[in-house]
Each structure stands twice: as structure tokens, then as C-alpha cells.
């Protein structure tokens, strides 16, 4: 079985401050790498995902995340957040050729301060 | 709109009280699936479907059932609930060989 860890349950930040969320898994054997957003009292939204290609991917509002085989990680970044960004951020792994077994990390709250 | 549908969105009930939980997507999508999620645990598999009458167990099946009659529509069931089943249930659905979820928007369920 996979095991995703978010080690940071809680990140406060400024506005327009750049942030890093971190999520690092267990194994690296044919894994598809997803971020998943969830705002208050709402289900989880697609942020961005890799399942092959390019190392850097990125989402329309300005996230991106970079898939580091070496390092089984796939950290979120943005260079500068607006408050609209707080939410909860869940980095998911999925193992397999038919995506049929997700694995969510505990999630990161993300608090945008003005 | 493309969505999941889940109900109820609230429960409150007792041990031992047969209930289930609906979904229903209309999206065509042939994977369906159960998720929990509890405080510092994030989102744990319960079960999948990848298509009618086609079901899996995820990583915490025991003490739920589904089925998968008809592709739209992914119930589950909790025969004897037990309150350690309290929790926030989402049901997701997904296009086959894509990965991407879309998510109901919650089934908060408590159990006395």
C-alpha cells in the first residue's frame, strides 16, 4: 500500500507571500500525483495533476508542483498567494493503471492573512 | 451542471439503525468511489466501482456495502453502524483513465 504525508497540518502566510506545501510518498513505482483543494464545507476540486511528461506542472491560479522521482516527493508552490487561497490542500497519489486506488495525505490548511 | 449528488447531507442516527447514503453523478463517468474523512487523517478509500456491477474494497471497507446497479448511482450502505463510523463521507466520480475526481459535496454522518 502507498502512504502520503503532509507533514505541515497548518501553514500561515501573508498575502502575496510565496508558500511551499509539502507532500511526500511512500513508493515511486507507477504513481499518478495529484493536488486536490477544498474550500469550507465543500467537497475536493482538481488543483492540478502529473501523470506523465513534464516534471513541473501548474494549475491556472498560479500553483504549481514538481514531481521529484528521487526524492518521492511533489510539493506545492506559489509564488504569491491571495486570500481567496484559504483552504485545505490534499496531495493524493494513485497507483495503477486504471487510477481504481487513491491515497490522500492528511491535508494542509492554508491560512492567507492580509 | 456536471455534478455528484449525495444524500443526505446530514445524518443523525443509532447504532445498530440500517442506513444508507446516495449518489448519484451525471457525468457518465464509468469509476465511482466512497472516501471518509476524519481529523487528521484526510480522506481514506472505503470502496470503487469501475463500472456496473463491478466493485472493489478500498483501504477501510469493513462495516459498509455498495453496489453499482446502474452507472449513475453508487449507494452505500451501512447495515449496523457502529459509532466509530461517524465521520464525513464523499462519494467521487471519474472518467476512465483520467484520475480526476469530482467530488459530492459531503455526507456528514453521526452515529450515537
Known amino acids: 500500500a502507498q502512504s502520503v504525508t503532509q507533514l505541515d497540518s497548518q501553514v500561515p502566510v501573508f498575502e502575496e507571500a510565496p508558500v511551499e506545501l509539502r507532500c511526500n510518498y511512500s513508493?515511486?513505482?507507477?504513481?499518478?500525483l495529484f493536488w486536490y483543494v477544498q474550500y469550507p464545507n465543500q467537497g475536493l476540486q482538481l488543483l492540478l495533476k502529473y501523470l506523465s511528461g513534464s516534471t513541473l506542472v501548474e494549475s491556472i491560479n498560479g500553483f504549481e508542483a514538481e514531481f521529484n522521482k528521487s526524492q518521492t516527493s511533489f510539493h506545492l508552490r506559489k509564488p504569491s498567494v491571495h486570500i481567496s487561497d484559504t483552504a485545505e490542500y490534499f496531495c493524493a497519489v494513485s497507483q495503477g493503471d486504471n487510477f481504481n486506488k487513491f491515497y490522500f495525505g492528511s491535508g494542509t490548511k492554508l491560512n492567507v492573512k492580509p | 451542471e456536471a455534478q455528484v449528488t449525495q444524500n443526505p447531507r446530514y445524518l443523525i442516527t443509532v447504532t445498530g439503525k440500517k442506513l444508507t447514503v446516495t449518489c448519484s453523478q451525471n457525468?457518465?463517468?464509468?469509476?465511482m468511489s466512497w472516501y471518509r474523512q476524519d481529523p487528521g487523517l484526510g480522506l481514506r478509500q472505503i470502496y470503487y466501482s469501475m463500472n456496473v456491477e463491478v466493485t472493489d474494497k478500498g483501504d477501510v471497507p469493513e462495516g459498509y456495502k455498495v453496489s453499482r446497479k446502474e452507472k449513475r448511482n453508487f449507494p452505500l450502505i451501512l447495515e449496523s453502524p457502529s459509532p466509530n463510523q461517524t465521520s464525513l463521507y464523499f462519494c467521487?466520480?471519474?472518467?476512465f483513465g483520467t484520475g480526476e475526481l469530482f467530488f459530492g459535496e459531503g455526507s456528514r454522518l453521526t452515529v450515537l
Open positions: 457525468m457518465n463517468h464509468e469509476y
Open positions: 467521487a466520480s471519474s472518467r
Open positions: 513508493s515511486s513505482v507507477s504513481v499518478y
